[in-house]
């Protein structure tokens, strides 16, 4: 933990795109009874809102914080109001310091593979998302470069330095059950210490 501060019985799930944050998110909460949020989700209803998809939103964002502002202050004082819960955000490890901190690693080209076999034709159209898993995977590595230019120019942070978390976990060979219990075990271990 990067910093000394009071622990809450808060879990953030930070990672690359279909590491399995909002699954596992979800499973957590639900096992130990957390409620759960997730900044994904809020930043595609504030894109789809503007009309428009989420590398253009994440391309806009750069130029026009708005967006973020609007996700991180929520994070902020969710951390600040709230207890028991598991949220999966980018930045939930930086906005709310006294989270159990944990980071879900993934292949961009796995990740694009798995997002495209989840995804009907209705939202890969509205999306604007490629059929080919390699050119998705490309526009992935965009969304997230973009994404890592506009924290270090808000915040000076890295949000893939591995360093910020208290867990690391590869989900690429493991299944989300595992993931949860992983996630589980080690976050009773950071209360009790």
């Known amino acids: 933990m990067a910093e000394n501060v009071e ?3 808060i879990i953030t799930l930070a990672g690359m795109p279909a590491s399995g944050k909002s699954t596992t998110a979800k499973l957590i909460a639900h096992e130990l009874g957390f409620k759960h949020y997730s900044t ?3 930043f595609r209803e504030i894109a789809a809102s503007q009309q428009m998809n989420v590398l253009d939103a994440n391309l806009n964002a750069e130029r026009n914080a708005d967006i ?3 996700v991180d ?3 902020r004082k969710l951390g600040k109001t709230e207890d028991n819960f598991v949220i999966d955000a980018r930045l939930g490890w930086h906005f709310i310091p006294e989270s159990f901190k944990v980071y879900l690693s993934l292949d ?3 990740g694009a593979q798995r997002i495209l076999a989840d ?3 209705e939202r890969r159209l509205r999306e604007q998302v490629p059929e080919n898993s390699d050119e998705y995977a490309a526009l992935l590595n965009e969304r997230l470069a973009s994404e890592s230019r506009r924290y270090r120019s808000l915040y000076n942070i890295d949000n893939h330095d591995e ?5 690391v976990i590869d989900t690429s060979t493991l299944p989300p059950d ?3 219990d992983r996630v589980i075990e080690a976050y009773k271990q950071w209360l009790s210490n």
């Open 7 to 9: 622990k809450k019985h």
């Open 40 to 42: 994904g989700d809020l």
């Open 68 to 70: 973020d502002f609007q």
């Open 73 to 75: 202050e929520r994070q």
């Open 108 to 110: 961009t080209k796995i």
């Open 119 to 121: 995804m009907d034709e």
């Open 163 to 167: 360093a910020n978390f208290d867990l």
């Open 178 to 180: 595992q993931i949860k």
